[in-house]
């Protein structure tokens, strides 16, 4: 039972941050150095990832009507401008998805650990600070995910694959500077963020359930399943509350608070733990 409960805590960690740039991934570690599972490193490593289709389960569910492009009951039997989409979220995806299956195993050996992500919370919180004091004023060039163009998709790609290789940077965080510094608004920035989990996340999960098999203990599949579920739900709150917040506010609170983390979470290992 104290390990389903630890599941859940972790479940709504992960549908918080998995969406807020503040780094889902940097929260698991840091939580997992604080408050452990007591399971195998193998299920471990796989859990911290494949928790997060519960996440992605709910970006599929409130933008089905944006992402599925195939209308069965239209005469139009295929929207291509979600098809057009489509194309973008894979070109965007290529750089970390290569990266990912060439180097995953030795990523997460060498740089998977609270040094890595204190430093990356606090890097990239300077850069958001930086990127949206250099905004201030402007008006985006690209105001909706639909005028995304390949070479934009690309781009942004480019910047989710500093988060595929440094664990901290948030992968929404790089993605959403990323696009800001290119013209995207704040609102079509975050949207294309949603989309691009999508592949991401399931590809990642594939290849960590092949990993680790599907050879799970009754308590193991407790644990996913609930982790998986919370980060679900939570996820519908936060990916609401986002795209609301976005409408009025910038991203500078998510920099503040990243810096604040790393510097809290460097202070504490390095003095306190040590």
Known sequence: MAEILKAALYGIVEGITEWLPVSSTGHMILLEEILPMDVSQEFWNMFLVVVQLGAILAVVLMFWKKIFPFRLKERQKVDWKIMSLWGKIVAACLPAAVVGVLFDDWLEEHLYN????SVMLIVVGIVFLIVENRNKGARPVIRRTDDLTYKAALLIG??????????????????????????????????????????VMFGASFLKLL????????????ILLTGMAVSFLVSVFVIRFLMGYIKKHDFKVFGWYRIALGAAVLLYFGVFAA
Not at 114 to 117: G, K, L, P, Q, R
Not at 211 to 222: R, S, Y
């Open 114 to 117: 609270y040094w890595v992500v």
């Open 158 to 199: 480019l910047f989710q694959l500093v988060a595929a290789v440094f664990p901290g940077t948030s992968r929404s965080g790089a993605t959403i500077i990323g696009a800001l510094m290119i013209g995207v608004s704040r609102t079509a920035a975050a949207e294309f963020t949603f989309y691009l989990a999508i592949p």
């Open 211 to 222: 990993g680790f098999g599907l050879a799970f203990t009754g308590q193991e599949l407790g």
